[in-house]
Nanobody, 126 residues
């Protein structure tokens, strides 16, 4: 079992930046696909970005490329999402997720998570 705890959400004005953190605990010795998903009111949950912990390879949803950066600190078992140039469309509940899958599946943009955090709200005002 892996426990994921997010932090760092809040309110920000359009054009601003925010960093989310996700601390993993439990069976963290494996290589994982870890990622950030978001769910806006009335919309389906979507993957925003992912990283394979074994080699650091990343995936980004097209709409966040160049604005969001996913990174990891393996020593701290922590996943980050740095978000720049935020807009109202980025308003959502953001979830940290993890799965034990192959790297090429992690980069697919369509993997299913085995473990989820409780979510942290990001609200961007115009």
């Amino acid at each position: 079992q892996v426990r994921l705890v997010e932090s760092g959400g809040g309110s920000v004005q359009a054009g601003g930046s925010q960093r989310l953190s996700c601390v993993a605990s439990g069976a963290t010795d494996n290589n994982f696909c870890m990622g950030w998903f978001r769910e806006a009111p009335g919309k389906e949950r979507e993957e925003v970005a992912s990283i394979y912990t074994g080699d650091g390879s990343t995936y980004y949803k097209n709409s966040v490329k160049g604005r969001f950066t996913i990174s990891q600190d393996n020593a701290k078992h922590t996943l980050y999402l740095h978000m720049d140039i935020l807009g109202p469309d980025d308003t959502a509940m953001y979830y940290c997720a993890a799965a034990i899958i192959e790297p090429f599946d992690c980069a697919s943009g369509s993997w299913s998570a085995n473990f989820w955090g409780q979510g942290t709200q990001v609200t961007v005002s115009s």
